[in-house]
Structures are given as structure tokens and as C-alpha cells.
């Protein structure tokens, strides 16, 4: 299942989920002895998508390893897309190259022409090794480093002519009422008659909203046409608000090809230090949540996505922070549905000057968050694109970084406001660059007493005023503390539930009554595995600040954030 609507009804895909061949290779051997042709007989048995360091004796592996599976076709041409597979993956189709991606949680394709039918095989190597230098996310973080083909994989028929791709834009009018759509539409044909042949006759573009032909485009098929379409009314248009999720469902057909895509109306503001969508003011009530399970890893069953989102709105969150990286779209799509609000950011996590300084850092950065952005752009959920998270924005290294990153954004998706999780509020030089200030802190877990929280805040509105940015809000991105579940005591010291609960209980009070500050998100949802680099640092080797421990049972804390926001 890897999304909660149908995307083609013409176009036959299959997915290549279940049993795969696997073998590690620590020693580097794959290359050379050419597994890729060749694999090894003593391969294992592994289920895709999944996670290899849940298998038994795997937990601690890092580097290399083989995935190989079988699979045929009917068509000649075919696009193999993958969903996630984390780090650097190089892919073989019947021995040959097809070539590599790197990033764990954002998808790539290949389109492979002039195949024969039938049975075919297609190798992946993944290669999930982490330094502290030039690798996104760096070695040292605090989530666990999952290898492994860990969303699935698709394959997609194809026939001489197909839809690759499709931006919707719309404007609304001033009484949010009516819209003019935008369409940009690529398909790509490999008919040898198409293009600059002699024999190239008319194709047609047909868009459906909601079932209903909405307009039709007659082009020309060339090796790839890009067809625009613009200002195309939609009257009386429902909107998409946040608990409230009205959406569209747009199907782009030619001949035996098809693409659906699905959209929400709304309009997204920052102005007098506030936060609106359809000119409603929305106080962010929220938590970060990660990805994590301890028998899934990375890979969530949509089963335990479903539980998480239940758990989380019955604490009366209106917003998630996809910590620290790309989502699932089928996640995405659930948000979408049920009208939470969501912020997705790059895994780039604690990157100091000599790492903002490598320009394979910045090409990595700015690769992944063009990938983020086109994949998820049509998503009304996502309401703010993050840049990145705690690395050191004291020094110049990190504006240029950042305004490299916010230029890119920007230059692909004007309707979002841009922002990043700063560590060091009273010292960070990148706020101009984003739209709104989000600070992490923990003052009375790592850092002095809790009510240095109110000295911080005063002194962050004092800073703003200084450098002119008096106009931005502010949101709490990250605030916690650790609560082992179970561990209740008398005494309440840190790592019990009682001292998260009280700690949780004085934060978002005080929040939530500084004007300025337009949303919060409790640090976290539920319990993580860290990387081994810090888990000599965390009790039972977890981020143990979930609301929820990691089997998604509350703590204490989650009965007194549920009964602030539902205050709220």
C-alpha cells in the first residue's frame, strides 16, 4: 500500500513487495566479484520493505549490503520506481547499471526502454555507512541509522505514450470562493512516429476534477512534451482547513495513460506576528514524531501510521513535525485526510562549520530538498518547508547554506512560508533568511532551571526588535524531557514520568500565553532507538522524551499535554 488513493487506472503497476534475496558485504567484495550478475548462492531471505537491522543478528550493521529479486513484464518499457531506500543505492537491471541515488527518504526512477517481455532481474546495492563529514544525516544523531530497501518498490508499465509527471497550481479570489487553476503536465512518448515524424497526428490531454472532464488539450507528441495550461476557473471551490479536510481528486488521461493526483484548497499567511490559513488565525498545537518502531524500523506498516495519527489527534494535536526527515506519502496522505497539519524538513541534524563548509554537503542539501519539495508539493497538509535542524547558524557557513537552501525552495515553491529549528536563538545569524523563528531549547532537562525558559523568550523578542524582525513568530519547535515509562516515584527526579509530567505541564502553560508565539511541538511522540554513536548517552540506548513509549503506550505526561491543548 503506498498510497491512500488510486494514482492510475489505465497504466498497470505491480508492486515488488514481499520476499527478496539479501546478503551483507562488509568486506566491499559485491563490485568486484559482480553479484550484480552473479549473486551469491548463500543469500538469505529478506522481506521488502523493511528495515535489515530488525533481523536477528543484524541490529548493528552499517555498510554494505546486496538485495536481488525477480520479476517480469509484459511491456517493453517500464518505469521502476523506488520509495525509500536509505543512503546510497546503486541499482542493475539484467547485470547492467542503471545508476545510483543517494538519500534514504525521498524516491528515484529509472525508465528502462526496448525491454524484451518476460522475466527479468534487478539487483540493488545499499550502502547505509554514515561519517561525521559529508553524509545526510551525519553519523552522530539522535535516531537510529535503519539500512535497507525500506519503502516499496514499483514497477509501472508503459505504453508509447505516458504521463510523467503533473504540477496544479490554482489562485484564489479574495473571498476564498472561486479559483483559477494552473497545469503543467510533461508526458513522454517512445513511439518511433512521434515528434519530428511525418506520421505525427494529434494526442489529447483530457483533466478530470472530481470525476467531471474539466478541459481537454490537443498537443503534439514529441520524445517529451510539456503542455501548460493556465487560468482555468473552478468556481465554488471548498476549502481545505485544518480539522475540516475537503479535497479534490485530478485525473490526467491520454490515450491508454493516465495520472491522478489529489489537492485542497487553502491559503497560507504570516502577518502581524501570526499564523493564518483561509484567514483564520491557527495556534499550532503539536508534537515531533519520527518514523520509528522497534520491529519496523524505518518501514511502518500503514496499520501502526493509522494508530500513531489516532493517538496523536486524541491528544488534541492539530500539527506534526516530521522529525527529521521526508515521511512516508502514504503518511502525508493520512494527514491530508484528517486535516493535520504537517512540517517536513531534510534529515540535516547538528552539522558544524567544517561539514557546512563541504560543498558535497551542499550539493547533497540542496539535491534533497528539491526532491522533497517536487515530491510533495500537491500535499495541502504541508504548511511550511523546514531547511534543517540544530546545525550551528551562529557562523557564516551556515547563512550560506541556508540561504543556498531557501533560494531553492523557493525557487519551486513560492506558497509556503520557509523556516528551521535553531538551537541557539540568541545568537543566530540566519533569521532574516525564513518566515518564521523556531527555536529548540530544553532549558530545565539539559540546560539551567525551567524558568530560564522565560528569560530566553524575553531576550528572543528583544533580539528580533534589535535586528528588525520584530514581524516574525515564533514557534517552540523542540521542548522535553526524558520519562522511562513506568518509572514513577515519590521523589519525581529526572527520568521519571512525574518529572515529565510537571515539566510538560509548566512549558505549555507558559507558552501559550506569549502573544508571539503562534504553536508549539512537545519533543516527542513516542520513544526512539538513537544511534549507536550517542547511545551511551540514553537510558536503554532510546530518546526516551515520548509522550508514548515505543509500543505506543502513554506515559503520564500524555494525559496532562491532552488536556492543555484540548484548553487551548
Given at each position: 500500500?503506498?498510497?491512500?488513493?488510486?494514482?492510475?487506472?489505465?497504466?498497470?503497476?505491480?508492486?515488488?513487495?514481499?520476499?527478496?534475496?539479501?546478503?551483507?558485504?562488509?568486506?566491499?567484495?559485491?563490485?568486484?566479484?559482480?553479484?550484480?550478475?552473479?549473486?551469491?548462492?548463500?543469500?538469505v531471505?529478506?522481506?521488502?520493505?523493511?528495515?535489515?537491522?530488525?533481523e536477528?543478528?543484524?541490529?548493528?550493521?552499517?555498510?554494505?549490503?546486496?538485495?536481488?529479486?525477480?520479476?517480469?513484464t509484459?511491456s517493453?518499457?517500464?518505469?521502476?520506481?523506488?520509495?525509500?531506500?536509505?543512503?546510497?543505492?546503486?541499482?542493475?537491471l539484467?547485470?547492467?547499471?542503471?545508476?545510483?541515488?543517494?538519500?534514504?527518504?525521498?524516491?528515484?526512477?529509472?525508465?528502462?526502454?526496448?525491454?524484451?517481455?518476460?522475466?527479468?532481474?534487478?539487483?540493488?546495492?545499499?550502502?547505509?555507512?554514515?561519517?561525521?563529514?559529508?553524509?545526510?544525516?551525519?553519523?552522530?544523531?539522535?535516531?537510529?541509522?535503519?539500512?535497507?530497501?525500506?519503502?516499496?518498490?514499483?514497477i509501472?508499465?508503459?505504453?508509447?505514450?505516458?504521463?510523467?509527471?503533473?504540477?496544479?497550481?490554482?489562485?484564489?479570489?479574495?473571498?476564498l470562493?472561486?479559483?483559477?487553476?494552473?497545469?503543467?503536465?510533461?508526458?513522454?512518448?517512445?513511439s518511433?512516429?512521434?515528434?519530428?515524424?511525418?506520421?505525427?497526428?494529434?494526442?489529447?490531454?483530457?483533466?478530470?476534477?472530481?470525476e467531471?472532464?474539466?478541459?481537454?488539450?490537443?498537443?503534439?507528441?514529441?520524445?517529451?512534451s510539456v503542455?501548460?495550461?493556465?487560468?482555468?476557473?473552478?468556481?465554488?471551490?471548498?476549502?481545505?482547513?485544518?480539522?475540516?479536510?475537503?479535497?479534490?481528486?485530478?485525473?490526467?488521461?491520454?490515450?491508454?495513460?493516465?495520472?491522478?493526483?489529489?489537492?485542497?484548497?487553502?491559503?497560507?499567511?504570516?502577518?502581524?506576528?501570526?499564523?493564518?490559513?483561509?484567514?483564520?488565525?491557527?495556534?499550532?498545537?503539536?508534537?515531533?514524531?519520527?518514523?520509528?518502531?522497534?520491529?519496523?524500523?524505518?518501514?511502518?506498516?500503514?496499520?501502526?501510521?493509522?494508530?500513531?495519527?489516532?493517538?496523536?489527534?486524541?491528544?488534541?494535536?492539530?500539527?506534526?513535525?516530521?522529525s527529521?526527515?521526508?515521511?512516508?506519502?502514504?503518511?502525508?496522505?493520512?494527514?491530508?485526510?484528517?486535516?493535520?497539519?504537517?512540517?517536513?524538513?531534510?534529515?540535516?541534524?547538528?552539522?558544524?562549520?567544517?561539514?557546512?563548509?563541504?560543498?558535497?554537503?551542499?550539493?547533497?542539501?540542496?539535491?534533497?530538498?528539491e526532491?522533497?519539495?517536487?515530491?510533495?508539493?500537491?500535499h495541502?497538509?504541508?504548511?511550511?518547508?523546514?531547511?534543517?535542524?540544530?546545525?550551528?547558524?551562529?557562523?557564516?557557513?551556515?547563512?550560506?547554506?541556508?540561504?543556498?537552501?531557501?533560494?531553492?525552495?523557493?525557487?519551486?515553491?513560492k506558497?509556503?512560508?520557509?523556516?528551521?529549528?535553531?538551537?541557539?536563538?540568541?545568537?543566530?545569524i540566519?533569521?532574516?533568511?525564513?518566515?518564521?523563528?523556531?527555536?529548540?531549547?530544553?532549558?530545565?532537562?539539559?540546560?539551567?532551571n525551567?524558568?530560564?525558559?522565560?528569560?530566553?523568550?524575553?531576550?528572543?523578542?528583544?533580539?528580533?526588535?534589535?535586528?528588525?524582525?520584530?514581524?516574525?513568530?515564533?514557534?517552540?519547535?523542540?521542548?522535553?524531557?526524558?520519562?522511562?515509562?513506568?518509572?514513577?516515584?515519590?521523589?519525581?527526579?529526572?527520568?521519571?514520568?512525574?518529572?515529565?509530567?510537571?515539566?510538560?505541564?509548566?512549558?505549555?502553560?507558559?507558552?501559550?500565553?506569549?502573544?508571539?508565539?503562534?504553536?508549539?511541538?512537545?519533543?516527542?511522540?513516542?520513544?526512539?532507538?538513537?544511534?549507536?554513536?550517542?547511545?551511551?548517552?540514553?537510558?536503554?540506548?532510546?530518546?526516551n522524551?515520548?509522550?508514548?513509549?515505543?509500543?505506543?503506550?502513554?506515559k503520564?505526561?500524555?494525559?496532562?499535554?491532552?488536556?492543555?491543548?484540548?484548553?487551548?
Open positions: 500500500m503506498i498510497r491512500l488513493f488510486e494514482r492510475h487506472r489505465k497504466r498497470c503497476t505491480y508492486c515488488l513487495d514481499g520476499i527478496w534475496k539479501f546478503k551483507t558485504d562488509p568486506a566491499g567484495r559485491g563490485e568486484k566479484e559482480e553479484w550484480y550478475k552473479h549473486f551469491p548462492g548463500d543469500a531471505d529478506i522481506v521488502v520493505p523493511s528495515c535489515w537491522n530488525n536477528l543478528g543484524l541490529y548493528e550493521y552499517e555498510g554494505k549490503a546486496w538485495y536481488a529479486k525477480k520479476f517480469r509484459r517493453e518499457n517500464i518505469n521502476i520506481l523506488f520509495h525509500g531506500v536509505t543512503g546510497q543505492a546503486e541499482v542493475y539484467d547485470g547492467n547499471h542503471l545508476g545510483g541515488h543517494y538519500g534514504g527518504f525521498t524516491g528515484f526512477n529509472f525508465v528502462v526502454e526496448n525491454l524484451p517481455a518476460g522475466e527479468h532481474s534487478l539487483v540493488v546495492c545499499v550502502d547505509n555507512t554514515h561519517s561525521d563529514i559529508d553524509t545526510i544525516p551525519l553519523a552522530r544523531v539522535d535516531w537510529y541509522h535503519y539500512g535497507g530497501i525500506t519503502r516499496s518498490v514499483e509501472m508499465e508503459l505504453g508509447d505514450l505516458w504521463i510523467k509527471d503533473c504540477r496544479i497550481d490554482y489562485r484564489l479570489d479574495e473571498k470562493e472561486n479559483a483559477l487553476l494552473d497545469f503543467e503536465v510533461t508526458v513522454q512518448s517512445f518511433k512516429n512521434t515528434g519530428a515524424g511525418h506520421n505525427a497526428g494529434p494526442a489529447y490531454l483530457d483533466i478530470y476534477i472530481n467531471r472532464k474539466f478541459h481537454t488539450v490537443e498537443f503534439k507528441a514529441e520524445k517529451e503542455i501548460k495550461v493556465e487560468g482555468l476557473p473552478l468556481e465554488g471551490v471548498k476549502l481545505w482547513n485544518p480539522g475540516e479536510p475537503n479535497l479534490y481528486m485530478v485525473r490526467f488521461e491520454t490515450g491508454n495513460d493516465d495520472l491522478t493526483e489529489r489537492i485542497g484548497f487553502r491559503k497560507i499567511e504570516i502577518k502581524n506576528k501570526k499564523l493564518y490559513i483561509n484567514n483564520r488565525e491557527v495556534r499550532l498545537k503539536g508534537v515531533n514524531r519520527h518514523e520509528d518502531h522497534p520491529d519496523w524500523g524505518f518501514a511502518l506498516p500503514y496499520k501502526l501510521m493509522k494508530k500513531d495519527m489516532d493517538i496523536i489527534k486524541n491528544l488534541g494535536c492539530n500539527t506534526i513535525r516530521g527529521h526527515y521526508p515521511n512516508a506519502e502514504i503518511f502525508l496522505d493520512l494527514c491530508d485526510q484528517e486535516g493535520i497539519l504537517f512540517w517536513e524538513e531534510i534529515p540535516m541534524w547538528g552539522f558544524r562549520e567544517e561539514s557546512l563548509k563541504n560543498p558535497l554537503v551542499l550539493e547533497r542539501g540542496l539535491k534533497m530538498h526532491e522533497m519539495v517536487r515530491r510533495d508539493y500537491h495541502p497538509c504541508i504548511f511550511v518547508w523546514g531547511l534543517h535542524n540544530e546545525i550551528d547558524t551562529r557562523i557564516p557557513a551556515a547563512y550560506e547554506i541556508t540561504r543556498a537552501f531557501a533560494d531553492k525552495i523557493r525557487s519551486i515553491d506558497t509556503r512560508p520557509l523556516t528551521y529549528a535553531s538551537m541557539y536563538p540568541l545568537d543566530d540566519c533569521f532574516s533568511l525564513v518566515d518564521i523563528v523556531s527555536i529548540n531549547k530544553y532549558f530545565g532537562w539539559y540546560d539551567g525551567i524558568e530560564k525558559w522565560v528569560d530566553c523568550i524575553a531576550a528572543l523578542k528583544e533580539k528580533l526588535q534589535n535586528e528588525n524582525l520584530s514581524h516574525m513568530p515564533i514557534i517552540i519547535s523542540e521542548f522535553g524531557a526524558g520519562g522511562i515509562y513506568g518509572e514513577n516515584t515519590f521523589e519525581g527526579p529526572k527520568w521519571t514520568e512525574n518529572y515529565q509530567d510537571k515539566y510538560l505541564d509548566y512549558t505549555i502553560r507558559l507558552f501559550s500565553n506569549v502573544p508571539d508565539i503562534i504553536g508549539m511541538y512537545v519533543w516527542q511522540y513516542c520513544d526512539i532507538r538513537t544511534a549507536r554513536e550517542m547511545a551511551l548517552e540514553r537510558p536503554r540506548s532510546f530518546n522524551k515520548g509522550l508514548v513509549n515505543e509500543y505506543r503506550k502513554p503520564q505526561a500524555y494525559w496532562t499535554v491532552k488536556k492543555l491543548y484540548e484548553e487551548l
